[in-house]
Every structure is written in C-alpha cells, then in structure tokens.
C-alpha cells in the first residue's frame, strides 16, 4: 500500500487490505488485547512497516521477541507454511523475509548500548513520581532543585543529589526562613527512598555521556527507519522505573523537538509497551503531563501507540486521543470484564457486517479488529483484520547475534564509558574541604599571634579546670547524697544494739588492760 503501512486484510474473505495512513500516523494509536493473542507480532509487523516507509521506531522489548527484526525470517521456520499461506489469502504478493536496522539500548548496559540522563534532565515532578515521594518530601525536593540552580551545582548523577540533601539539612534553619519548614525526616525519607532506587539499578539511569535524542531518529544508508529496542526484561523488575523513563523520553522529545504541523509521514514513532504502569496509582499531576504530551506532540511529528491488555488502562482523556486502534481479544470472564468489553467496542464506528462487540471476544491469534483513521482523520469503519505475518524473524536471537549488532551499530563506543565531570557533589566536597582548611589555618594563625604570657594565661584558663556541666552538678549531689546516707547508716548502728554491743565490748577491753 502506498503512503500506509500495510496491517492485513478485512472483509468476509479478508481481501480488503487494511493499513495505517502515514498522514495521520502521528495522530497516536492504541493496540490491546489479552495475553497470547498476537500483540507482540503486530508491533513487530508495524515497526517493519515503519522503518520500510522510512520512520524511526522506539519500542520496548519486555519478553526479548522483538529482537528478531534485526534478522531476517527464514523457510526452515516452522511456520514458513502458514505465513505463506496468509500472505495469499490476503493478497501480500510481494511477501519475503528482509532483516531490518536494528540499534539495542539498555539502562543496565548489557544487552544494548546504555542509556542515561541527568537527575536535571528527569526534573523534581517525574523523580517525585519515581521516588514515590509526599507532598511535603516533594516539596523539598523542588528546593533542591532551586538551590542547585541558584547555586550553580550541577546535578547529573545520585550522588550528587544525595550531597545536596546533605548540605539543606546541614543548612535547614536557615533554608526554613526562605522556603518554609526543611524537615529533617523528609531528608530522611529522600535519602532512603534514593538508596532504594540505587538497589534497583537506578545508578545506572542517571549520569552522563546523556541520550541524545538525534541517535533515536536516525535512518540507514537504504533510507529505512532505525528500529531503536530497548531491552526491558530485566528492566520490568522496578516498574516505576521502567515508566519513568520511558515518560521522560517522551516529555523530551516534546520539549525539544520543533513543529511541523502535520508531516507527510512522522518523524518518529514510539511504542509504550505495558502502558497500564503509567497510570497506575499516578498522582493527577502527572497524568495531566501525559494528556498535554499526547495532545500536543502529534504537532512535533511524533506518533505514540500505547500497548496494554485492556483500553480500559487507559485514562478516558488520553485514550481520546488515540485515533488509529487494534484491538485483539478480549476476554469476558466476569460480570467487569463484560463491560469493558462492551464499552471497548463502543468506541468504534459501526460495521453493519458483523457485531463489533462479538467479533472482539471471538477474533482467534493473529486477528484483530481494526479501526484506522482515514481523510480529514475521520475514524474508519471498524474491521475484523487478519494480522499479515513477518518479514523478519518471529521470536528472539541469540546473545551472540545481538553482540554482533550491537558491534556494528554506529552507536558502539559512544555511551559505553560513564562520564564523571565535576557537579554538586564535587563542588560541595571542595566547598567543606576548603571551609575546614580555612578554620584550622585561622586557628593556627590566632594561636601564633598570642604573646607567650597570654598563651601561659589562656593555657592555664584551658585547663585549670573542668567545667561545672549539669550532669557534673548531678553527679555531685548524687555522690554527696550516697556519702551522707551511708554516714547515717553507720550512726544508725552504731546506736542500735549491735553498736551498744561492739562499744561494750571495746570499753571493757579497756577498763581490763587497766
């Protein structure tokens, strides 16, 4: 199909064919469906067309799947035949198996290129949501990021916002008057909660040499769209993190991208995988950031596609803006889920052909109803599509296969070594060091300044004596009070019998010695 991305094939013996109009593709889209019913194959199936039609792609690979684009498919594969099967019943006759550029990336380094940002970059409102913070710890964390501001501390890595909570507690009394109350037991808690993220290797998320978005926007010697894979296996571990990041990506791009209206085809499409982690429990703030986002990016010639199982993950608002839709199953096991359904297949125009809500709980692996925008971005009338099969290879490959790429990519070498230039933590260190060198050296001068009689003086008034303290002045009376009741307890038998006895005894050895 000229101008689209070619999806597969609609109607009663699924000739039609059915595609994604690169005019309208940056007016964002939404697949979904439950587990197993063929979500991973159409994102793959839609960053080939992508990067064929020349647009970037970014996308997260959560089971390790999506890697194969970097290979191309083979006739041994077990499924040689039934691709080849549906390639003809819905009429791809040009289909054959083609590798696409591929370029890994990975926060931990090790099954892509790393990735960093700064803690500046990420800014106080996502770090917040990162850290899982309160309002009042939030609070102090906007302080932070004034004063590095203000005071001209850079902050690129933990470390270096760890220092600078250091120095506002160290400098709370004097911070309060300006900005209110600096509670040490919110440093406390910021404190803990960085340590926590460090543990889940958010060390390796901050830090420079930083992403430069131009290295996800780039296209191959052929003109092809670079397909930018982000491993998120191990990722997936922290979540929050996982979201996170992906939600700063897409804020930059929409902070530094400039406009371009509506392009013939976008600038970059992004694919937020398991989008049901962004808003889960996400405070109104940070959801009102990713509805401005999706309104106003498309403007930048950036399409976003969020993938989840259910439409229902995503909020009302933003889920308006997704215009392009595939949806796979969708199963209907209880009385909520009935309604999910039936509110999923509300929001899609009519097909007299078949009953929409039906065809999204009866649709098998590899179909999917599908609804594109079509001119003037009118909906189109929903479809039941059967899902074309990939040109390149269905599944994961090897360690070895993916070193290889990753050697050959443009982007070997550039993020590998961390990059520690001189920050807040840096600066706040030097600042303590001279601070204390300065006292001590003010000392020795005042000490050689002294006349030897005012250094005899003073080195008598020094030690003299011990200064009276409040716990000395207790021990005292309490040492005082101990010495008088055992002298009381001595009189005390001294005058009873056993001292009437002893006296006895000593007068008479007296009296006898006379």
Request: charged share 25%; glycine share 10%; proline share 4%.
């Amino acid at each position: 199909m000229e101008d689209a991305v070619f999806l597969g094939g609609g109607g009663p013996d699924y000739g039609t064919k059915q595609g994604l109009s690169l005019k309208y593709a940056n007016r964002h889209g939404l697949i979904a469906g439950a587990t197993g019913t063929g979500k991973t194959v159409t994102l793959q199936i839609l960053a080939e067309g992508f990067s064929a039609a020349g647009v970037p792609v970014f996308m997260s690979d959560i089971k390790g799947d999506l890697s194969g684009l970097a290979r191309a498919g083979s006739e041994t594969h077990k499924l040689h035949a039934p691709f080849t099967e549906r390639a003809a019943t819905i009429g791809f006759a040009d289909y054959t198996y083609a590798a696409f550029p591929v370029t890994f990336w990975d926060l931990f380094g090790e099954q892509g290129h790393p990735v960093r940002t700064t803690v500046s970059e990420m800014g106080p409102l996502l770090l917040s949501q990162l850290l899982d913070l309160s309002e009042p710890q939030e609070g102090i964390l906007n302080i932070a990021f004034r004063l590095a501001d203000e005071e001209g501390l850079p902050l690129l890595d933990l470390k270096d916002l760890q220092a600078l909570l250091i120095w506002i507690g160290e400098n709370a009394s004097a911070l309060s008057l300006r900005y209110g109350n600096v509670a040490s037991s919110s440093i406390g808690a910021i404190q803990r909660r960085l340590l926590v993220l460090e543990n889940q290797g958010g060390t390796n998320l901050f830090g420079e040499p930083a992403l430069a978005l131009s290295d996800l926007m780039r296209c191959d010697a052929d003109g092809r769209g670079m397909v930018n894979i982000l491993a998120s296996d191990k990722l997936m571990g922290a979540p929050k993190l996982y979201a996170t990041f992906l939600l700063w990506l897409l804020s930059e791009l929409f902070e530094e991208l400039p406009e371009v209206g509506d392009p013939d085809k976008p600038k970059l499409v992004f694919f937020f995988d398991e989008a049901h982690l962004l808003f889960d429990d996400a405070p109104k703030a940070l959801v009102d950031k990713v509805e401005q986002v999706a309104r106003l990016i498309r403007s930048k010639g950036v399409g976003v596609y969020f993938v989840t199982q259910n439409p229902a993950d995503v909020p009302d608002d933003i889920l308006g803006q997704l215009g392009n839709r595939v949806q796979h199953a969708l199963r209907a096991f209880t009385a909520k889920d009935r309604k999910e359904l039936r509110m999923a297949a509300q929001t899609y125009r009519e097909n007299t052909a078949f009953d929409t809500e039906a065809a999204i709980r009866e649709v098998g692996v590899g179909e999917a109803v599908t609804s594109m925008l079509q001119k003037k971005g009118v909906p189109g009338i929903v479809e039941r599509t059967l899902i074309r099969p990939p040109s390149s290879q269905l599944g994961p490959i090897t360690p070895e296969e993916r070193a290889e790429v990753m050697a050959s990519s443009d982007m070997a070498g550039k993020y590998d070594q961390p990059l520690d230039r001189t920050s807040a933590f840096e600066i706040l260190r030097d600042r303590a060091a001279k601070a204390a060198a300065e006292a001590a050296r003010a000392e020795e001068q005042a000490e050689e300044a002294e006349t030897p009689a005012a250094r005899d003086f003073n080195a008598g008034r020094r030690y003299s004596g011990t200064r009276v303290t409040r716990s000395t002045s207790r021990a005292t009376r309490s040492s005082t009070s101990f010495g008088d009741q055992m002298t009381k307890m001595v009189v005390k038998e001294l005058t009873g019998t056993t001292g009437r006895r002893i006296v006895r005894g000593i007068l008479g050895g007296l009296f006898k010695g006379r």
